[in-house]
């Protein structure tokens, strides 16, 4: 039996059951979305494997043959980000398990959580431009309606802010789309790379570039681009913003944004100066931004901004070694970003506040909480032998062997002023002495605990994932899907036959 | 020159949503956009005294309209409802918190 249908299959068919099932049923809604979750990362990990032994694995949908019909693809780029999403979205509903007791419609809030996973399973493994553009809106409205979900005054003006930039976004992926295929007659990427390494990029692949660049720089917030995930990620509650900044940008953005530039358009060197400058930008204003705020949730929200420079910054030097540390910084993003705002939702949940300076000395009252929320800050500043840490000196190591050195001594400054706001987080919310009105906080529940704990264990482990043996089933394989470039529409058409 | 029509198109759109105040105007603008984004997609695909793709028996089609566009419009044009739908409905709830339109008095957020 093929698995690749299955990572579309069951996030849909779990959304359709809890909503039909849900609403009388109390606790069935949690099982349904965990269990479902639990199937997609195990599947996800066997994908990996199954890439390994076999190579890529193309799935016909309906029987037709690729260039025709539309195709599912998963190859090792697309196996690596499955696994990103679905562990960080089964941990994710661990968590909301106890912190959505406090919203009313717990089976709606599921309904949409597996719609946006269903959504986004599918961008990461079409092989199809127009099923990508279908599947993004599915994602992205999905995550417009989560952002409103308690619809209080901030959460529907954020989330109607972060609706007209993110159909704006969507219409400028449309019109690329449809100019492609006015240029290529064929919507199947692996064919539309194979004609345009025939017919040579003309002149319309550079304003296509362009279109795309834009419609994915905003659903990825590069900078220019960045003004509403300020809003729309704190508003959600503390699962949907782990989700969102975790996840989201990351697949709808940068994963849609790496296939297309690398795989089928073919990077060309005025596109990676732009990302490069963009990276730069992202990076250094997320991070001064970050400095000023105290609401901790939209301080963790510009951090995002800031990771996701790193990122940009790194496929935009595109030597091999960069695009391994773009990867693995992406993943390490995905894990430490859930786990703050997942911690972010703990201090919610027990102080009712998301105010920085209204906390103090949490340690003593909450201690798991605090050492997570350690480890994840020590992580995303780069501390050494935690995660982070290793997927900053591949970027840096990358720029300056590639001669971008001041990038590289840039991103290195950022890192501090990263390690600063995280620093002024841990100092404000747990450190210091208690104040007399939280003396009577209790610790989160036992699902919230284990869901932080867990997420906090992966942090410290990712660093084992450059070794040699691991290296090569995980990371390597999404490195290389990256690196062939336009040979992705050889290796896929070889793998029909 | 039809091109150039769905990029004036395009910009009114564009304006509409810089520019106005209302909610329910920055809505129209959005539609105008999605319509002339569908527009395009459609006329790419157009064929002049083109005809409908049906083959029927003692037929020959010499020139035909390419039917693929029409059936990925019309895929967007649903996905173009359903965000419609879920904008209004967040700016009726926006009507319901703040009596009001206008975004100059819906400013909760910043920084």
């Known amino acids: ?497 | 020159m039809v091109y150039f029509l769905c990029f004036i198109i395009f910009s009114i759109g564009l304006y509409c949503i810089l520019v106005k105040r209302n909610l329910i105007k920055i809505i129209i603008g959005l539609i105008i956009i999605e319509y002339s984004v569908n527009l395009v997609f459609i006329l790419f695909g157009y064929r002049f005294a083109g005809r409908a793709p049906i083959l029927a028996a003692g037929q020959t089609i010499k020139n035909m309209v390419d039917p693929l566009p029409q059936a990925l419009v019309l895929t967007a044009i649903v996905i173009g409802l359903a965000t419609t739908a879920l904008l209004i409905a967040i700016a009726m709830r926006i009507y319901d918190r703040y009596k009001t339109f206008d975004i100059t008095e819906i400013r909760r957020l910043k920084g």
């Not at chain 1, 994710?92 to 959580?113: G, R």
């Not at chain 1, 986004?120 to 199809?128: A, E, H, L, R």
């Not at chain 1, 709808?252 to 296939?259: D, E, F, P």
């Not at chain 1, 089933?473 to 529409?489: C, E, N, R, T």
């Open chain 1, 1 to 497: 039996m093929n698995i690749v249908p299955l990572f579309v299959v069951v996030p849909l068919g779990t959304a359709f059951l809890i909503s039909l099932l849900g609403k009388r049923t109390k606790g069935l809604p949690d099982i349904l979305a965990n269990s479902g979750t639990l199937l997609l990362t195990v599947l996800s990990v066997g994908a990996i494997f199954l890439v390994k032994g076999a190579g890529v694995q193309v799935y016909k949908v309906g029987g037709w043959i690729p260039p025709i019909g539309i195709s599912m693809v998963l190859d090792g780029l697309s196996s690596f980000m499955l696994v990103t999403v679905n562990l960080t979205a089964f941990l994710i509903t661990i968590f909301s398990i106890s912190y959505m007791e406090k919203y009313t419609a717990k089976w709606k809030f599921y309904t949409l959580f597996m719609l946006m996973l269903g959504g986004m399973n599918g961008v990461i493994i079409t092989g199809d431009m127009f099923n990508l553009f279908v599947f993004l809106e599915i994602a992205a409205i999905a995550s417009y309606a989560l952002v409103a979900f308690g619809i209080e005054k901030e959460e529907l003006e954020a989330s109607f802010k972060y609706m007209v930039v993110g159909e704006l976004a969507s219409l400028f992926i449309l019109l690329g789309i449809a100019l492609l295929y006015s240029f290529t007659s064929t919507l199947n990427m692996a064919d539309m790379g194979r004609v345009l390494i025939a017919d040579g990029p003309g002149k319309l692949v550079p304003f296509v570039s362009v279109l795309f660049l834009v419609g994915f720089g905003i659903k990825a917030a590069i900078m220019p681009f960045h003004a509403w995930l300020a809003d729309a990620h704190p508003s959600a509650p503390a699962p949907i913003s782990a989700m969102l900044s975790g996840l989201l940008i990351k697949v709808l953005g940068i994963y849609a944004l790496m296939r297309i530039f690398f795989n089928v358009l073919g990077i060309a060197p005025s596109i990676l100066n732009i990302l490069l400058t963009l990276g730069t930008i992202s990076m250094v204003a997320g991070g001064l931004l970050a400095i000023g705020q105290s609401d901790i949730k939209r301080m963790l929200a510009y951090s995002s901004i800031s990771q996701i420079g790193y990122i940009v910054l790194a496929l935009g030097i595109a030597t091999p070694l960069a695009l391994l540390g773009a990867i693995f910084h992406l993943f390490n993003h995905a894990i430490f970003k859930s786990l703050l705002f997942l911690n972010s939702g703990a201090i919610e949940y027990s102080t009712g506040t998301r105010d920085l300076r209204q906390m103090g000395g949490l340690n003593a009252r909450m201690p798991l909480t605090g050492t997570t929320s350690l480890i994840g800050s020590m992580s995303i500043s780069g501390i050494p032998p935690l995660g982070g840490f290793w997927s900053k000196l591949i970027i840096v190591f990358a720029a300056i062997k590639s001669g971008h050195t001041i990038l590289g001594l840039i991103a290195i400054l950022v890192s501090i002023i990263t390690l600063g706001y995280y620093l002024k987080l841990q100092r404000y919310a747990f450190l210091g002495s208690l104040k007399d009105k939280w003396k009577g906080v209790l610790e989160v529940p036992f699902t919230m605990k284990l869901s932080m704990v867990m997420l906090a264990l992966i942090c410290i482990a990712t660093g084992a994932l450059l070794l040699p043996g691991i290296r090569e089933v995980f990371l390597k394989m999404a490195q290389d899907a990256l690196s062939i470039g336009q040979d992705y529409a050889a290796v896929t058409f070889e793998s029909i036959k």
